[in-house]
């Protein structure tokens, strides 16, 4: 649509002292009435628009009648153009128009005062409670006359995050929280969740407050709108849900604990779905919406294929169109730029483009081009972590990227068959491929560098309650929320660890306890749409509309394990598929209850025939969840509850479009106090914990003693497998554990002493199990081992969608920084003989030329220790004190080891004297992993992940400026003085003496395995250095190699659904 200019007849026919509306209310003669929000038709004034535009730019400190009344004539003078007299426009198509010339006007901060304003307008409610045709609610958790804060003990605690360097990030003293929260709970919910700031009067102190803040407020709504039948149900309904939340049974994604109780409208939703349209203006209104989206803290998804490709024109003229990837770098600048919530992560996109489009190749190569640009900065020297400047210098680093497919490109692919796309502006059919090429293609670009994932079209759509209302193209960046375009989804998580009760000694699943749960949290989050506010009028409609919702779980992992199930059998995926049947069909049943008493979602009539047809295949699906490995009452209530939706469905319809999603929960899962996110499984069996008080102690996981009771161990077996456990690191080799018993105690990843870990196809399995229960999607990434190869990638992602799986993303293992497998090397040789004599000359004048050490020359020994393995680096310098040599002596090793460190330290001093920077040779040997590796002696480098990794961090540390180490990833922490080389040789040959006439060669291979025996002395003493900790936290499991530092604090992170997810601060790199 073009800018009209403002009609400058009318002002100039206005009589003195005529209104904006006056005037032009003769020249709108076509434009008589509106359409309001509850579907009356109303005469159309048009001074209430001039009226409601001054009040937004008054909000905003803009107070100026003038300008408001030009925006106001630009407005009316739209809707004319529009509105032709045939169509009768609604509200909520005003209110687009007039944000849209807000924007048009440079005044995008005004465009969202307005309709902040106008949400506060519409419609108008009394604050005065609303009863009489509301729930009904009785008490299943709490009792008449005790508050839910009584009956828990409660504690003054200092909630404290520390960096990697041990400099405190945030610390709040004296603040009230549960005697049964962990530290770690309480650091991330007082840091994360308390309002005011630190140190002000304003500033919350108690977890009462904050629990309060929410649940009052949800409740105070509920009454005002109607919900509850009576006083006495609102107030059981307050205190069920402050018991939920306190407990830790439930908690809401983390917009609602920012912001409700705050402001008056919060926006309380995690996850947007935007739509972009094939004009300048819409691409431009994409990058402002998501601009604003990111701001807040929340994740933001788009399709781009209505964009026409590169090669379709532009308008009548000759030119053509540059296509989505080029546009793709404007919204991925913007989206590195802009920090979610005022933090320090970056911001969550996900961008979506159809198999069709015809830029779906350049749009599958776009991520693998930028990260080869990335290799040759860090070739160069420049910094290659996550936020350094060779990542952050390229493009499309801050969206995950997705491929639409489509049943029918499947099945080209699988018959080997051609595969046509078609122009956008005329449907008609432009380039063409083999759809194996593409397929190889994308698997290919996962392999290299984790992107695209792949969303599976046909089976979104068949899936699809509200197929009569459009389709559904696109998803949030997380990929477990999919919808209409311009919608919003507010997610909430039970904590199915607190869900357990003691029949006949053994802990069941409660399934009635977590009806009941379910119960109350889904009626809040209903509670919660039609009172946040959204960043868009069309969001806003939509959410209103069709009240979408993302209620899901966390704990899966921990529940499986303390039950004696494994994650990758039969058993647990029938166990996950039951939990997840139940907590949909209640929550829809739920949804059809408010319905009867308030009524369905707006669009249900519409689309109640493709709405029941999705129930009925929930119900199908249920009939087929097998029972071994399921309790009885949970098998039978999974199984019928979906008789009981589609009976009162059809009778009373629907409240909400969707019901639920499979979020990562990341930070709200820490408030949970959650052993495991999501879907997911445990990482490891033995993990860090922060104590009250400060420091940390070495724990194992507490789901592993009840798998042991519930596998039929007795005490004494179970207290020595556990000390095991304390001692190695992993369960692998553990006295009176059975083999069988194994895959109960994998996890995703695999144990430093340890071979085991989760197969890849088990996650995928598992993914399998539950997604016939969701009404959206799961957020998982499929986490490959480095060796996995790009025909594995290409088999995942076709047994994914045979599986009947939404979307999958994978993420190969140090992906980051490698060529793929399957890729030849071939040089052309005919190019070598064409070299002609002035190439040669040239080479030959480059020949690099060795710098040698004088033959006195001084030297530093370095001492060191890795788990159990002691050995000594000698430098020798040059007279200017840089490095020219290199010497690693191992102390008790045997000839092979020593020759390869021998012929490692060689070739590095080779390196070194033909002129090698050392800070390329650093950037390129830091972080390599393999054994011997594990803590260290040395408090600047607390852990290695190899005895390379190790020399040349300290090599880094000792020898480059505080900028290069910065450039290369590593802390500038000063080293400690060279009084260490003191009598360090004479320390060499007596330590060898004595080590070489105690112990074998022969015990090599056990030390490997036996991981760190120099910290077992530690194994339950508190570790008090808050650098030393934080890398603790990942230091019993193989960890992503490659995963980034943590924004807040600088600790590593780690995978978390599509995200990554610090266990230190809780900060998370997503929309969770």
């Known amino acids: 649509m073009n800018n009209p200019s403002p009609n400058f007849a009318i002002k100039a026919d206005r009589k003195d002292g005529q209104s ?3 005037a032009v209310w003769d020249y709108v003669t076509s434009l008589k009435t509106v359409i309001k929000k509850s579907g009356e038709e109303q005469e159309f004034v048009p001074q209430k628009i001039r009226n409601s535009i001054y009040k937004a730019m008054a909000e905003t400190g803009l107070r100026d009648e003038n300008r408001a009344e030009k925006i106001a004539e630009q407005v009316i003078t739209r809707l004319q153009t529009i509105y032709d007299g045939h169509t009768i426009p609604a509200t909520a198509d005003i209110r687009e128009v007039v944000s849209m010339t807000f924007i048009d006007n440079n005044l995008a901060h005004i465009s969202r005062a307005y309709i902040h304003f106008k949400h506060t307008l519409s419609p108008a409610k009394s604050d005065l409670p609303v009863y009489g045709r509301g729930l009904r609610f009785e008490r299943f958790f709490t009792k008449e006359g005790v508050h839910p804060y009584d009956e828990l003990e409660w504690e003054l605690r200092t909630a404290k995050i520390t960096d ?81 939340l306190v407990n830790q049974k439930a908690a809401f994604n983390s917009p609602v604990w920012f912001n409700v109780g705050i402001n008056e409208h919060p926006q309380c939703s995690a996850c947007f779905i935007n739509s972009v349209e094939d004009d300048m203006r819409s691409i431009l209104q994409l990058v402002s919406t998501e601009s604003m989206l990111f701001k807040q803290g929340s994740g933001a998804g788009s399709n781009l294929s209505n964009l026409r490709s590169s090669r379709e024109f532009l308008g009548g003229s000759n030119g053509k169109s540059s296509g989505p990837v080029s546009f793709m770098k404007g919204f991925d600048a913007f989206a590195g730029i802009i920090k979610s919530g005022g933090k320090t992560r970056r911001a969550a996109k996900m961008v979506i483009l159809n198999i069709d489009h015809p830029d779906i190749e350049e749009f599958i190569d776009s991520k693998v081009k ?23 210098s390229v493009f499309f680093q801050n969206a995950n990227n997705s491929v639409r497919v489509t049943d029918e490109f499947m099945k080209a692919v699988e018959n080997d068959e051609e595969w046509t796309t078609y122009e956008i502006t005329t449907g008609k059919p432009s380039l063409k491929y083999k759809a194996r090429d593409l397929w190889r293609k994308m698997a290919q670009s996962a392999w290299t560098c984790g992107d695209p994932g792949i969303q599976y079209d046909t089976t979104i759509n068949k899936w699809h309650t509200c197929k009569n209302s459009g389709r559904i193209n696109a998803s949030n960046p997380c990929s477990e929320y999919m919808f209409l375009d311009d919608t919003s989804c507010n997610l909430a998580s039970l904590n199915l660890m607190r869900y357990r009760k003691l029949i006949n000694g053994k802990a069941e699943f409660d399934v009635e306890a977590f009806k009941k749960a379910a119960e109350v949290i889904i009626t809040a989050m209903e509670i919660i749409v039609g009172n946040a506010s959204y960043p868009t009028p069309a969001i806003e409609q939509n959410s209103f509309d069709y009240r979408p919702l993302g209620i899901g779980y966390a704990n899966l992992g921990a529940l499986l394990m303390s039950r004696g199930l494994a994650y990758d059998s039969d058993e647990g995926r029938n166990m996950a598929a039951a939990i997840t049947s139940v907590l949909s069909g209640h929550t829809y049943y739920q949804s059809t209850k408010i319905a009867e008493k308030i009524g369905p979602f707006k669009y249900y009539e519409k689309n109640k025939e493709p709405f029941l047809d999705v129930m009925s295949k929930h119900r199908d699906a249920a009939k087929n969840i097998k029972e071994e490995g399921v309790p009885a009452d949970l098998l039978n209530e999974a199984r019928n509850i979906w008789d009981k939706v589609l009976n009162n469905g059809s009778k009373y319809g629907f409240r909400n479009a969707q019901i639920s999603v499979l979020a990562p929960t990341g930070t709200i899962s820490f408030m949970m106090d959650c052993d495991t996110t999501g879907v997911e499984p445990d990482i490891a069996l033995v993990k860090y914990k922060w104590l009250v008080g400060g420091g940390m102690i070495k724990i194992v996981n507490n789901t592993v003693k009840p798998a042991l009771q519930s596998l039929g161990y007795n005490d004494e077996q179970i207290e020595e497998i556990m000390d095991y456990i304390e001692k190695q690191d992993t369960i692998e080799g553990a006295p009176h554990l059975k083999d069988e018993h194994l895959p109960v105690f994998d996890c995703a990843f695999r144990a430093k002493n340890g071979t085991r870990s989760i197969h890849y196809m088990g996650h995928l399995r598992m993914m399998a199990a539950v997604q016939p229960f969701l009404s959206g999607a799961i957020s998982k990434t499929v986490n490959m081992p480095n060796e996995a190869t790009v025909e594995d990638i290409e088999d995942v992602y076709m047994q994914g969608w045979k599986m009947g799986l939404k979307a999958i993303a994978i993420y190969r293992d140090g992906s980051k920084r490698q060529q793929a497998l399957t890729t030849s090397d071939k040089s052309d040789s005919s190019q070598e003989k064409k070299s002609d004599t002035k190439k040669q000359s040239a080479k030959l004048a480059n020949i690099p030329r060795r710098r040698r050490l004088p033959d006195e020359r001084k030297s530093i020994t370095h001492r060191f220790t890795i788990a159990n393995y002691k050995g000594y680096i000698t430098v020798g310098l ?20 020593s020759g390869l460190m021998d012929a490692f330290a060689t070739s590095v001093s080779m390196a070194l004297q033909y002129g090698v920077p050392l800070q390329v040779l650093v950037n390129k040997f830091v972080h390599m992993r393999f054994e011997p590796s594990g803590f260290t002696q040395n408090p600047n480098i607390r852990m290695a992940k190899s005895i390379v990794d190790y020399i040349f961090r300290w090599l880094a540390l000792k020898f480059l400026t505080p900028e290069e180490q910065i450039r290369v990833g590593i802390n500038n922490i000063s080293l400690p003085s060279d009084d260490e080389v003191d009598n360090v040789n004479d320390d060499i040959e007596d330590e060898k003496n004595e080590e070489n006439d105690t112990e074998g060669q022969a015990q090599n291979t056990q030390q490997v395995k036996l991981f760190s025996e120099s910290i077992n002395k530690t194994v339950k003493e508190v570790v008090s250095e808050a650098e030393a900790g934080n890398q603790l936290l990942t230091g019993t499991f193989d960890n992503m190699s490659d995963a980034p530092a943590c924004d807040t604090c600088g600790s590593m992170m780690v995978r978390n659904g599509a995200c990554y997810k610090c266990l230190n601060c809780g900060a998370t790199s997503g929309c969770s």
């Open 164 to 244: 990697a360097k041990g400099n405190i990030v945030f610390e709040q003293k004296n603040i009230e929280v549960p005697k049964a929260w962990s530290q770690t709970a309480t650091n991330i919910v007082v840091q994360k969740y308390f309002r005011g700031r630190v140190g002000q009067s304003d500033r919350e102190t108690s977890v009462k407050q904050l629990i309060d803040r929410v649940a009052k407020t949800i409740a105070d709504w509920g009454r005002k709108d109607g919900y509850f039948y009576s006083a006495k149900d609102a107030q059981i309904f307050e205190e069920e849900l402050t018991h939920l």
């Open 20 to 22: 904006v509306s006056d």
């Open 370 to 392: 930028e990260e080869k640009k990335a290799w040759a900065l860090m070739d160069a020297g420049y910094d290659g972590s996550m936020d350094g400047e060779a990542y952050s």
């Open 878 to 897: 040059y007279d200017d004190g840089s490095p020219g040599e290199l010497f690693v002596t191992m102390a008790k090793q045997g000839s092979v080891i």
